[in-house]
């Protein structure tokens, strides 16, 4: 009889255990089953949010977009940067700088 009381009490302190397991397990799946929201290719930028995440003003962003070196869309009055364009433009934008 102590052989099956020792089972019952692993199988009772293992429990938890194999809960936290399937749950973990449920979250790799869902990390590994997310669609792409993360792919920043596609996305525009705004000319605000150009120049928030450059840290610089609006005019400096716009600017680059007038000398060429930032190419944008414009869409009415609305200027939208797709996120690769913004990104290799300050690359070149910071090689240039350092080449004075």
């Not at 995440?53 to 930032?70: A, F």
Request: hydrophobic share 35%; aromatic share 6%; net charge positive.
């Amino acid at each position: 009889m102590t052989n099956t009381e020792n089972t019952s009490n692993y199988t009772f302190s293992l429990e938890p255990l194999h809960k936290e397991i399937a749950e973990v397990k449920g979250l790799l799946l869902k990390l590994l089953c997310k669609p792409e929201e993360d792919d920043l290719s596609n996305k525009l930028y705004t000319l605000n949010e150009a120049a928030n995440l450059l840290k610089v003003d609006r005019q400096t962003v716009r600017n680059h977009i007038s000398r060429g070196t930032i190419n944008a869309t414009f869409i009415g009055r609305r200027i939208l940067i797709p996120h690769n364009e913004l990104y290799d433009a300050l690359n070149e934008v910071k090689s240039i700088k350092y080449q004075r």
